[in-house]
């Protein structure tokens, strides 16, 4: 499958027009982040309706993340077999499929089968992940690949911030009773069908076909790693960024409540957190703006180099100075996840789809960083624990200026 810019895009005869695409895109962009940050609503709600300790609630971001290591790479063979705009059509009716589960799930009380349709619903995220950052990126001029797919992010952050009032106001807001999880069943079943609807859009919709001049693809994943450091440096990069944003994330309202903040409480904490999130948003729409500009690489480094800053700043102060650098992090974290992906795959062509899917396996770092940076938290103290996301924020600068060089390589064979 061919990916090769603007010059690998034809156009059936009533086929969309680009601009039209790339809009009709970002909805996709939209929803899973959207659904994805219902799990911050579901994950509370589920430990107070079956009695579960803090370890058997975070098994939902467990098996979450879990699903993008386990489905990615099997995503990107799909891919090859069966195309981008078929591939988005799978991944929002398996993501239905996850959602509906939801429904039987509570009516029978079961917490696994819950983790079950987690899983299932994550699936579908994945496959649609896989299927439209690639196609994002290549939907037009190359040099704007990068910010296209940062706009296009941006839209996802929207749904991030969008979810949790969702979720307050259809689930949490019912009570939570032990041994009913009821309140779950309207929303996620008006899910399903929304998902529904959308993937008979894309049934329907004519969208810009990327030329398929070989379906055939066999190279593995030791050949690709092998043949196109870009990717082999870009899915280390993936893993990295997507843990310390999670893992920063994860911990502020614990860091908040000891930096001797006047007025600070649980509750107070917990709302400063979307600043964190709404600094990302908003910084994917301007990084979209400046890489028409700057080129992607430079940005992503200074980002990166801004990121690390802050957190030495957060570590080494107390009160509100270490309150708003640690919550600035969350401005520079914007870019990172599209520009490292566009710069992972570029010069990849044929590849392009099995290698989209390696690097959404990469986010599984989501899940195991938190986990090393509550060791050292543990061990140390929970405010100089933040140096753990720090020194993945090192190693994106490195990748931004020398690991995301594109070399001439011989194509990979199997």
Not at 57 to 65: D, K, R, T, Y
Not at 274 to 284: E, I, P
């Given at each position: 499958?061919?990916?090769?810019?603007?010059?690998?895009?034809?156009?059936?005869?009533?086929?969309?027009?680009?601009?039209?695409?790339?809009?009709?895109?970002?909805?996709?962009?939209?929803?899973?982040?959207?659904i994805?940050?219902l799990?911050?609503?579901?994950?509370?709600?589920?430990?107070?309706?079956?009695?579960?300790?803090?370890?058997?609630a975070?098994?939902?971001?467990?098996c979450?993340?879990?699903?993008?290591?386990?489905?990615?790479?099997?995503a990107?063979?799909?891919?090859?077999?069966?195309?981008?705009?078929?591939?988005?059509?799978?991944?929002?009716?398996?993501?239905?499929?996850?959602?509906?589960?939801?429904?039987?799930?509570?009516?029978?009380?079961?917490?696994?089968?819950?983790?079950?349709?987690?899983?299932?619903?994550?699936?579908?995220?994945?496959?649609?992940?896989?299927?439209?950052?690639?196609?994002?990126?290549v939907?037009?001029d190359?040099?704007h690949?990068?910010?296209?797919?940062?706009?296009?992010?941006?839209?996802?952050?929207?749904?991030?911030?969008?979810?949790?009032?969702?979720?307050?106001?259809?689930?949490?807001?019912?009570?939570?009773?032990?041994?009913?999880?009821?309140?779950?069943?309207g929303?996620?079943?008006?899910?399903?069908?929304?998902?529904?609807?959308?993937?008979?859009?894309?049934?329907w919709?004519?969208?810009?076909?990327?030329q398929?001049?070989?379906?055939?693809?066999?190279?593995?994943?030791?050949?690709?790693?092998?043949?196109?450091?870009?990717?082999?440096?870009?899915?280390?990069?993936?893993?990295?960024?997507?843990g310390?944003?999670?893992?920063?994330?994860?911990?502020?309202?614990?860091?908040?409540?000891?930096?001797d903040?006047?007025?600070?409480?649980?509750?107070?904490?917990?709302?400063?957190?979307?600043?964190?999130?709404?600094?990302?948003?908003?910084?994917?729409?301007?990084?979209?703006?400046?890489?028409?500009?700057?080129?992607?690489?430079?940005?992503?480094?200074?980002?990166?180099?801004?990121?690390?800053?802050?957190?030495?700043?957060?570590?080494?102060?107390?009160?509100?100075?270490?309150?708003?650098?640690?919550?600035s992090?969350?401005?520079?974290?914007?870019?990172?996840?599209?520009?490292?992906?566009?710069?992972?795959?570029?010069?990849?062509?044929?590849?392009?789809?099995?290698?989209?899917?390696?690097?959404?396996?990469?986010?599984?770092?989501?899940?195991?960083?938190?986990l090393?940076?509550a060791?050292?938290?543990?061990?140390?103290?929970?405010?100089?624990?933040?140096?753990?996301?720090?020194?993945?924020?090192?190693?994106?600068?490195?990748?931004?200026?020398?690991?995301s060089?594109?070399?001439?390589?011989?194509?990979a064979?199997?």
């Amino acid at each position: 499958m061919q990916l090769s810019g603007s010059a690998s895009l034809k156009t059936n005869q009533s086929a969309m027009n680009v601009r039209l695409a790339f809009w009709a895109m970002t909805s996709l962009f939209f929803i899973w982040g959207f659904i994805t940050a219902l799990n911050d609503i579901l994950l509370p709600y589920l430990k107070g309706a079956f009695a579960l300790s803090y370890l058997q609630a975070g098994l939902v971001q467990f098996c979450f993340f879990g699903a993008y290591f386990v489905v990615s790479p099997l995503a990107g063979i799909l891919l090859e077999r069966i195309g981008f705009q078929r591939g988005m059509v799978v991944g929002l009716l398996t993501m239905a499929a996850g959602a509906a589960l939801f429904y039987p799930a509570a009516a029978l009380g079961w917490y696994w089968f819950f983790l079950l349709a987690l899983f299932v619903l994550a699936a579908g995220i994945t496959v649609l992940q896989v299927s439209a950052n690639p196609y994002v990126a290549v939907l037009g001029d190359e040099r704007h690949a990068a910010s296209r797919l940062n706009l296009a992010q941006a839209l996802n952050s929207l749904g991030h911030t969008a979810g949790p009032w969702f979720g307050a106001v259809l689930i949490l807001s019912a009570g939570t009773v032990v041994g009913d999880a009821s309140s779950v069943q309207g929303p996620y079943l008006l899910l399903a069908v929304i998902l529904v609807l959308v993937a008979l859009l894309f049934i329907w919709l004519r969208l810009p076909a990327l030329q398929q001049n070989d379906t055939s693809s066999k190279a593995g994943f030791v050949s690709l790693m092998r043949t196109y450091p870009q990717l082999r440096f870009g899915v280390v990069a993936i893993f990295l960024y997507v843990g310390a944003e999670v893992a920063v994330g994860s911990y502020l309202v614990s860091l908040f409540m000891q930096l001797d903040i006047a007025g600070m409480d649980r509750v107070a904490a917990g709302k400063m957190v979307s600043y964190y999130w709404g600094a990302a948003m908003v910084g994917r729409f301007i990084g979209a703006g400046l890489m028409r500009f700057i080129a992607p690489g430079y940005l992503l480094a200074a980002n990166a180099v801004l990121a690390v800053l802050m957190i030495i700043l957060a570590v080494n102060s107390n009160g509100e100075i270490a309150m708003w650098a640690i919550l600035s992090v969350g401005l520079f974290n914007s870019i990172m996840f599209p520009t490292i992906f566009t710069l992972a795959i570029r010069g990849l062509g044929v590849h392009t789809g099995r290698a989209s899917g390696y690097l959404c396996q990469g986010i599984v770092g989501g899940a195991l960083m938190p986990l090393l940076q509550a060791g050292v938290a543990d061990v140390w103290s929970l405010q100089w624990s933040f140096l753990v996301p720090a020194c993945a924020y090192v190693y994106i600068g490195w990748y931004a200026l020398a690991g995301s060089k594109v070399k001439a390589v011989p194509d990979a064979k199997a």
